[in-house]
Structures are given as structure tokens and as C-alpha cells.
């Protein structure tokens, strides 16, 4: 693992690996996008589909120590809604971070960090925290993830599978709001507006 890691942040992260279950939704009948990563001790998963206004779902669940022959292990569960902006910024994928409110500032310099949004994530280089520092011991509530080179490449194609599913709806429904170009890789790193009819690309850093 690169750089130093975070006293907020627990090894255990460096464990979860992506797996190919599938992502249980309420929304059966929209075409939905999403990942999932687990270790023995916790699992992350991400959501979206195209009728979910302009929201991902984050969900994590922790084992918060383990279990006795017979008993589950004791656990917490979190969720929340990431915009498609926040979701770039938790798993690496852009440095711009200008729009940055006066709480999260205070908790990249108070931890340290690269870049942080209140009640959601906490992030320095490549470790990320879920839904924010913890005390990087055995019985932290917060979820702790190592993001490679590999998990990263992944969120970047889960962006593509969507916004490319999001153009074939709109060609189908809203023709002449259709704009071919929303299916490069460049216009997958500006969804920042709320998804719409409407909506135009604006330019954010994609690294």
C-alpha cells in the first residue's frame, strides 16, 4: 500500500475484495448499476439506477467483533446517499475539490486528509473511510477501504455502464435532448448537475 496510512483508518481495509453478487433494490423494473466489495469483517456495495434522481446509495455493514460458535458476530449498518460528484471524490477518481463547505474543510485539516464530505467519507491518498474517521481499532463502527489502482478502474466503468445507459434512455424518450458526446469517458467525469432532461456537463479534473 502506498503512502502512510491514516490513524483513522483500520488494515482491515486492505482486505475487501469486489464479488459478483447482486445489489437487491426496491427499483425491479429500471435498468440499475452497481458494485459490491466484501472481507470477512465488512462489506461495501454501490447503487444507482436511472430513475433514481441524481443519488447513489452507499451501503456498508461492519463486524464489529467476532462472533462465538453459534452466535453472529456483532455488527453496524450505515447508508447514504453520495452525489455522482462525492462518488468520484470517495474513490479517487478527481483532485478538484473547490466546492468544499467550511465542515469539511475543518475535517481535512483536522485529520490530515486529502479531501472529506461531512457524515459521508473521509479519504488521504488512497485510504478511504466510510462515513468518516475512526479510531483504526478492532471495534470501529466506520468502514475502512484500501483503493487500487484496480477498484478504481472498476468505479470508473460503473460510471461508463451508466451514463451510457442514461443517453440510450434519454435518446428513446427525450430524442432531442440526446447528446452523443455524454458517452465518452471526459463526459462520465462531469455528471455534477441533477439528472434531467435538462442537464449540462460541466468540467470537473478526472484523474
Known amino acids: 500500500m502506498a503512502g502512510e496510512r491514516p490513524t ?33 469483517a465488512a462489506c461495501l456495495s454501490v447503487h444507482t439506477s436511472l430513475g433514481s434522481g441524481s443519488d447513489w446509495r452507499i451501503n456498508w455493514i461492519v463486524k464489529t467483533y467476532q462472533g462465538h460458535v453459534g452466535y453472529e458476530a456483532p455488527r453496524v449498518k450505515g447508508s447514504r446517499d ?57 471495534g470501529d463502527a466506520n468502514l475502512s477501504f484500501y483503493l487500487t489502482a484496480g477498484v478504481k478502474n472498476t468505479v470508473r466503468e460503473l460510471f461508463t455502464a451508466f451514463i451510457e445507459g442514461y443517453n440510450e434512455r434519454i435518446q428513446q424518450t427525450e430524442p432531442k435532448f440526446y447528446q452523443p458526446e455524454r458517452k465518452t469517458l471526459a463526459a462520465v467525469a462531469q455528471l455534477l448537475q441533477p439528472r434531467g432532461p435538462e442537464w449540462i456537463p460541466e468540467p470537473v479534473a478526472w484523474i
Open 8 to 40: 483513522w483508518w483500520h488494515e482491515g481495509g486492505a482486505k475487501l475484495q469486489r464479488t459478483d453478487k447482486p445489489i437487491i433494490t426496491p427499483d425491479k423494473f429500471t435498468p440499475s448499476y452497481g458494485m459490491s466489495f466484501e472481507s470477512p
Open 82 to 138: 453520495f452525489s455522482d460528484l462525492e462518488v468520484a471524490e470517495a474513490f479517487g477518481l478527481t483532485n478538484d475539490f473547490s466546492s468544499l463547505e467550511d465542515s469539511d474543510a475543518e475535517l481535512v485539516a483536522r485529520y490530515n486528509a486529502t479531501i472529506a464530505r461531512t457524515g459521508r467519507f473521509i479519504r488521504a491518498g488512497n485510504y478511504l473511510n466510510v462515513p468518516g474517521p475512526g479510531t483504526g481499532l478492532d
